[in-house]
Nanobody, 125 residues
Framework: VQLQASGGGLVQAGGSLRLSCAAS????????MGWFRQAPGNEREFVAT???????YYTDSVKGRFTISRDNARNMVYLQMNSLKPEDTAVYYC????????????????????WGQGTQVTVSS
């Protein structure tokens, strides 16, 4: 699976952005997809994940503000980000993994085998 993330940019606090991730490969529909982010000086951190079934899970800091979705027919994953805060500033990465559990949510970077190149999101105060 090859991944290409896009949609980042500069936005004021309280604004919105929609990140997109285009995936290639025949196994996309069965892959678990995730979004991670990395701010300068920080480790890469989990943001959101979505199973092939559409079930989702979010880190606490983005619950109620971010929405992850996928379009298996178009091999696309999205991250709708609303009510953005300066602390959301980071490079955002989409990732794909082979996880097939119906009950476990994949939140660790090591659980994802494929990564996109990252897209910068900057939120000004």
């Amino acid at each position: 699976v090859q991944l290409q993330a896009s949609g980042g940019g500069l936005v004021q606090a309280g604004g919105s952005l929609r990140l997109s991730c285009a995936a290639s490969g025949r196994t996309f529909s069965s892959s678990v997809m995730g979004w991670f982010r990395q701010a300068p000086g920080n480790e890469r951190e989990f943001v959101a994940t979505i199973k092939w079934s559409g079930n989702t899970y979010y880190t606490d800091s983005v619950k109620g503000r971010f929405t992850i979705s996928r379009d298996n027919a178009r091999n696309m994953v999205y991250l709708q980000m609303n009510s953005l805060k300066p602390e959301d500033t980071a490079v955002y990465y989409c990732a794909a993994g082979p996880g097939s559990s119906t009950t476990y949510y994949y939140t660790r970077a090591i659980e994802y085998a494929y990564w996109g190149q990252g897209t910068q999101v900057t939120v000004s105060s």
